[in-house]
């Protein structure tokens, strides 16, 4: 880049394009400022020097707005974007390749900021124009099911989703070969939809195909072997197997460690992780520690403000609520809920997920009126924003369910419960690890109110269905079959 510079001059346009290219590595490296300005000048430069509506300059917006993206600035991201659409629908035309990537770039946005039905209507017209002007073979009409797959996935459509997964996982294998990266990146987002409906042994034999084919084609220390294997840890702790997922997570951490740099997002990432394993086999302390280092090199690198540490904050205050230190837990949940309305809206699920996660805190605290004011505010936005039968939305409910039984309303807590079930049973399955977890909660409210028959009826039907769905191992799976042991043998006493 410096040698173009210095022999062609600073406006040249393959200097320019040596400047893009240097931003565009940046990129990868997790180097988002050093990006972002680089990218702002050869914009700038190139607007001045090639046009406004010039196919390079075009490319520099589009390349600021992906970098904007990455640094969770949606706002700006969006802005670029729509510019970009216009310019290139009026050069170029509605139907050229550029313009359908820079609408699939504005359904990302969109996406990021929870807006599932405005990113899904560019994606089914960029999927639509796609089939018809290249055909259904080609990469980008493949990139653009998988895009709207995804979508349809976020608004818990799974059997659309699934329909669209399946028929680009029928094309890729015919297309480009079964061991291409973009057949086992599609092979691993069926495994993580199977997941999301509970489908644990399915989404785990996919898993574990995509990792070992990766390994072989692409070799061990390859960041999509890396990311298939991070993936397998993840299954594994949902599982409760939280040993094999630690050792997985070091794995990946260590390995990334030698190809990529300290502070690239990848390895905070794979920190968090293996913080949130601590997390869940109760090592507070450690966990704390590593969330901490995350929280302190996010803000360093990427700002106070970045999605990602506004999560590792989350997933801090939760960690201090598990030892009890509640005032911490609630200093940081209200930090994590302003700065989240600032950036991301007052509407969006990760806020929602904030106040969720205060209301719990009030919970621990026996502070039910506070609880009860953000459990009922949560779940009416969640009802208007994501719909009545959202998984966020039941989940909501399940929390006002919890609220009303810790302040003895019974029949409230009782009628919530059953609308759980019920409509998670519908959306999600009658054997989702999510339906059980209520049957398991009714059950438990039937045994404190004393209809100890109906307990026992519902938590042996939950333990069942938990073992097999689960595994007999599972957390989940032994915590039911402990409290049937237990009802059981008090039910056979007062009989006697």
Not at 123 to 146: I, N, Y
């Amino acid at each position: 880049m410096k040698v173009r510079k210095k022999l062609l001059g600073k406006e040249q346009e393959e200097t320019l394009s040596s400047m893009a290219m240097v931003g565009l590595a940046y990129n990868l490296e997790g180097r988002w400022k050093e990006a972002e300005e680089l990218f702002v000048q050869v914009m700038e430069t190139s607007a001045r020097v090639l046009g406004e509506e010039h196919p390079s300059t075009l490319s520099s917006m589009n390349n600021l707005a992906s970098t904007y993206k990455h640094q969770g600035r949606w706002r700006e991201s969006k802005e670029l974007d729509v510019q970009v659409i216009e310019k290139r629908k009026r050069v170029l035309g509605e139907e050229h390749p550029s313009t359908l990537t820079s609408m699939a770039n504005l359904a990302s946005t969109y996406s990021n900021e929870g807006r599932w039905a405005e990113a899904e209507e560019i994606e089914v017209q960029v999927m639509e124009t796609s089939l018809r002007v290249l055909g259904e073979e080609h990469p980008s009409t493949l990139t653009s099911m998988a895009n709207l797959a995804s979508t349809y996935r976020n608004q818990v459509r799974w059997k659309e989703a699934e329909e669209l997964q399946a028929k680009e996982l029928e094309i890729c294998p015919r297309v480009l070969g079964k061991e291409h990266p973009d057949t086992l990146t599609s092979t691993a987002n069926l495994a993580s939809l199977f997941w999301d409906q509970g489908r644990r042994k399915e989404a785990e034999e996919l898993d574990v195909q995509v990792m070992e084919t990766r390994k072989r084609v692409l070799g061990e220390e390859h960041p999509d072997t890396l990311t298939s294997i991070a993936n397998l840890a993840s299954l594994h702790r949902d599982q409760g197997r939280c040993k094999e997922a630690e050792e997985l997570e070091v794995q990946v951490m260590e390995m990334f460690k030698k190809v990529l740099d300290a502070e690239h997002p990848t390895n905070l990432s794979n920190l968090a992780n293996l913080a949130s394993t601590y997390r869940d086999q109760g090592r507070w302390k450690e966990a704390e520690k590593l969330e901490v280092q995350v929280i302190e090199t996010i803000e360093r690198v990427l700002g106070t403000e970045h999605p990602d540490a506004l999560t590792v904050m989350a997933n801090l205050a939760v960690t201090y609520m598990n030892q009890g230190r509640w005032k911490e837990a609630e200093e940081f949940g209200g930090q994590i809920i302003k700065k989240r309305k600032r950036v991301l809206g007052e509407e969006h699920p990760d806020t929602l997920t904030s106040k969720n996660n205060l209301s719990a805190t009030y919970k621990l605290q026996e502070r039910w009126k506070e609880a009860k004011e953000l459990d009922v505010q949560v779940m009416e936005t969640s009802k208007r924003v994501l719909g009545e039968e959202h998984p966020n939305t039941l989940t909501s409910m399940n929390n006002l369910a919890f609220t009303y039984w810790n302040q003895g309303r019974w029949k409230e807590t009782e009628v919530l419960f059953v609308q759980v079930i019920k409509s998670s049973a519908m959306v999600l399955g009658s054997e989702h690890p999510d339906t059980l977890a209520s049957m398991n909660s009714l059950a438990l409210m039937f045994k404190a109110q004393g209809r100890n028959d109906k307990a026992i009826s519902l938590m042996e039907n939950c333990f069942q269905l938990r073992k097999q769905v689960l595994g007999p191992q599972h957390p989940c799976t032994t915590s039911s079959l402990a409290a049937l042991n237990e009802w059981q043998s008090e039910n056979i006493e007062i009989r006697v």
